[in-house]
Nanobody, 124 residues
């Protein structure tokens, strides 16, 4: 498994931007499918975005399409989530995850390794 550490969360106002980072340990980062999920209080952990090992294929939840961008730098063992035009409903703990297989609409069960999460709070 790979160890993942998220950073970049914070408190922002609606319309602002944030960039989350997820640093991974291990020498095989460039073989993993990476994903971002989020979990709001009292709700399930939901899919946000995923990126294939090459970085060339990505997929997004409808709720963030056009506002969020997932990317990765395999040389730095890091995956990013650029979040623009943030809305109060984006408030959640955001988790980075690593998995062995690409799925266009993955679930939490498709990822074996998880970070500890970073809080994003968007005020109106």
């Amino acid at each position: 498994q790979v160890q993942l550490v998220e950073s970049g969360g914070g408190l922002v106002q609606a319309g602002d931007s944030l960039r989350l980072s997820c640093a991974a340990s291990g020498r095989t980062f460039n073989t993993y499918t990476m994903g971002w999920f989020r979990q709001a209080p009292g709700k399930e952990r939901d899919f946000v975005a995923t990126i294939k090992w090459s970085g060339l294929i990505t997929w997004y939840a409808d709720s963030v399409k056009g506002r969020f961008t997932i990317s990765r730098d395999n040389a730095k063992n890091t995956v990013y989530l650029q979040m623009n035009n943030l809305k109060p409903e984006d408030t959640a703990v955001y988790y980075c995850a690593a998995g062995d297989t690409w799925y266009r609409t993955p679930t939490i069960h498709d990822f074996a390794s998880w970070g500890q999460g970073t809080q994003v709070t968007v005020s109106s």
